[in-house]
């Protein structure tokens, strides 16, 4: 079945570190890809997403590319602040489904 | 914009005692979810509902069940609470098709659950 593997944290940057959180998936077909935040003691929103293949989302200085040739789906941000402290899901849901699966969630603690 | 709410921030019950989770969303959504988040394993989803009265299991729906009467509501209900239930609950809503969403879930803010 359709799975996505990310990388263990907790990550722990010093303001202004570059960041990169690893997403893998398994999937049949052509799923949409989702970075999901979770600030403390808060739900889940969106951060970015990606529908198809090469597509980059973007968003609060986030990135991530659809990458179909390594099913992967890697979050970045060239200079991470104390307020991106909190918890980052990969997910991804198949075409035509509206079933999302989530990876097990990446801690990120940033020091000032 | 889709407002998804939680009828508690916080409970505390004891073992035992029947306990129900409410969750309500203003956009008119068909689909539902409730989905249990522990450190290590993500969010599960228990159950989800694509319509009123219509209910499906996810991956774990054992030692729960459901309730949606109406649209807007979808209620998780722990028959008999036990302390492996001690978990944070999230409720999710999700657009119809076509709507230009691409998928997105919408959460509420959870429901940090605890079993003595």
């Known amino acids: 079945g359709d799975s996505v593997t990310q990388m263990e944290g907790p990550v722990t940057l010093s303001e202004e570190a570059f960041l990169t959180i690893n997403c893998t998936y398994t999937a049949t077909g052509y799923p949409s890809l989702f970075w999901y935040v979770q600030y403390p003691g808060e739900g889940l929103q969106l951060l970015l997403k990606a529908t198809k293949a090469d597509d980059k989302g973007s968003n609060k200085g986030f990135e991530a590319t659809y990458r179909k040739e390594t099913t992967s789906f890697h979050l970045e941000k060239g200079s991470v602040q104390v307020s991106d402290s909190a918890v980052y899901f990969c997910?991804?849901?198949?075409?035509?489904?509206?079933?999302?699966?989530f990876g097990a969630g990446t801690r990120l603690f940033v020091k000032a | 914009d889709v407002k998804v709410t939680q009828s508690s921030r916080y409970l505390v019950k004891r073992t035992g005692e029947k306990v129900f989770l409410e969750c309500v969303q203003d956009m008119d959504h068909e689909n539902m979810f409730w989905y249990r988040q522990d450190p290590g394993l993500g969010l599960r989803l228990i159950y989800f509902s694509y319509d009123v009265k219509m209910k499906e299991k996810g991956d774990i729906p054992e030692g729960y069940s459901v309730s949606r009467e109406k649209k807007e509501r979808f209620s998780l209900i722990l028959e008999s609470a036990s302390t492996n239930q001690t978990s944070m609950y999230l409720c999710?809503?999700?657009?119809?098709?076509?709507?230009?969403?691409?998928?997105?879930?919408?959460f509420g803010p959870g429901t940090r659950l605890t079993v003595l």
């Open positions: 997910a991804l849901s198949s075409t035509g489904g509206f079933k999302t699966i």
């Open positions: 999710a809503s999700y657009p119809p098709s076509g709507s230009g969403s691409y998928n997105e879930q919408f």
